[in-house]
Each structure stands twice: as structure tokens, then as C-alpha cells.
């Protein structure tokens, strides 16, 4: 069974930093792009990062850029996000989203782990 | 960069078809598909459609995609409405580095 679970999430201070991972099980992580899609709470969805198979290939959003860092270990089958100079709209749940590489759409979604930007 | 503009809310009773719309601002669906995903309450998104008009195993027939001629529209058609299919729709589309998002419909099954 295919699985993805986020870790890493929390309560932080604007201008705080947090780094989430995201466990793959079930599946070859390493045949796939893995995107970070996040969820403001009561909003829609807003894509954040991807990385993909072989890390050869990283994006941003804009909203993250400069301030968000994507990597992998494929031998750990699993995805991290670094989150610096975080801000109050940095405030969602995150998701790990898994991508076959070049399809550009997730088939797999991760619950969500909780991150909060708050003094 | 481009977006995609959906209708806040849709609705329809037990039964009956409803088309949710995504317009896409700039380029078209001929060169970058649409993919489009539920969100139950409290629950995490799912893909209900893929490249245009591909429906996952699971998904019942009753959901189609299509996409206009023009290929600047693209639409999620959900037919025999049933309560459970009461959710957040969203359409998803990318470019050369990016995936975007619709901001999402709300479906009401009166």
C-alpha cells in the first residue's frame, strides 16, 4: 500500500524556522517527483515545491522562494522540506504529494502535518 | 503566470448532472492538461480526474472530464448526483515549473 506521512510540524514564531519530512513506504520513492502542496485553514489548495526523482529538477512557488529549501534521500525513501523566516501566512497544512515523474498531477496525497506561525 | 477561475459554489439534488467549469487565463489545456481532485470535509484531496478526461480506478462513471474546443476551458461533469459526492472540487493545471491550482468549488447535494 502506497503511503506517504508528514512529520516535522508545529507551533512556530514568525521569523522561526521548521523542517518537515515526509515518509515514503509502499512504493520506489525514488521513480517519482514529490511535491509539497499546503492548505491554509478554510482555503484552497497552493502548490509549494517539488523535487523530482533524481533531484535533478527543484521549483518553487514564489510565495516560498528564497526562504523554503526542497531536498531527498532516496535511500531513506524520504522528501524534506526546510522552512526559514517563516511568516503568519506560512500558516497550513502541508502535504506530500507524490507525482509520477513528468505527469504533473499528484496520485497520492500524504494526510497533512499542521504548521503554525504564530507569536 | 497563469490561473484558474472556478465557480465558488455549485449545487444539485439526488440524481441529477452538474459541470463544474475551470477557465484558464493564459495558454490552454491543449498543451498543459487538467487534472482535477475532491476534498471531502476533513478529509485529504484525491485525484477524481486526470489528463483531461482519464478517471482513476474507484472513481465511478458517473464523472467525466472534458475539455473545449479552444482548449481555454476545461470541465469536471458529475452525473446521478449522490450525497456523498457533496465536497470541494479543484481543478489543477501547471506550466514548465509550476503546478496551480483553481481555488476551488463547493458542491452541495440538496
Known amino acids: 500500500e502506497v503511503q506517504l506521512v508528514e512529520s516535522g510540524g508545529g507551533l512556530v514564531k514568525p521569523g522561526g524556522s521548521l523542517r518537515l519530512s515526509c515518509a515514503a513506504s509502499g512504493f520506489n520513492l525514488d521513480e517519482y517527483t514529490i511535491n509539497w502542496v499546503r492548505q491554509a485553514p478554510g482555503k484552497g489548495l497552493e502548490w509549494v515545491s517539488s523535487?523530482?526523482?533524481?533531484?535533478?529538477?527543484?521549483f518553487y512557488a514564489d510565495s516560498v522562494k528564497g526562504r523554503f529549501t526542497i531536498s531527498r534521500d532516496n535511500a531513506e525513501s524520504s522528501v524534506f522540506l526546510q522552512m526559514n523566516s517563516l511568516r503568519a501566512e506560512d500558516t497550513a497544512r502541508y502535504y506530500c504529494?507524490?507525482?509520477?515523474?513528468?505527469?504533473?498531477?499528484?496520485?497520492?496525497w500524504g494526510p497533512g502535518i499542521l504548521v503554525t506561525v504564530s507569536s | 503566470k497563469f490561473m484558474l477561475t472556478q465557480p465558488h459554489s455549485v449545487s444539485g439534488s439526488p440524481g441529477e448532472t452538474v459541470t463544474i467549469s475551470c477557465t484558464r487565463s493564459?495558454?490552454?489545456?491543449?498543451?498543459?492538461?487538467v487534472h482535477w481532485y475532491q476534498q471531502r470535509p476533513g478529509s485529504v484531496p484525491m485525484v477524481v480526474m486526470f489528463?483531461?478526461?482519464?478517471?482513476p480506478s474507484g472513481v465511478p462513471d458517473r464523472f467525466s472530464g472534458s475539455v473545449d474546443s479552444s482548449a481555454s476551458s476545461a470541465s469536471l461533469i458529475i452525473s446521478g448526483l449522490k450525497t456523498e459526492d457533496e465536497a470541494d472540487y479543484y481543478c489543477q493545471s501547471y506550466d514548465a515549473s509550476s503546478w496551480v491550482f483553481g481555488g476551488g468549488t463547493h458542491l452541495t447535494v440538496l
Open positions: 489528463f483531461d478526461d482519464q478517471r
Open positions: 523535487i523530482s526523482s533524481r533531484s535533478s529538477y527543484i
Open positions: 493564459t495558454g490552454n489545456f491543449g498543451n498543459f492538461s
Open positions: 504529494v507524490r507525482e509520477e515523474d513528468f505527469s504533473a498531477y499528484g496520485d497520492s
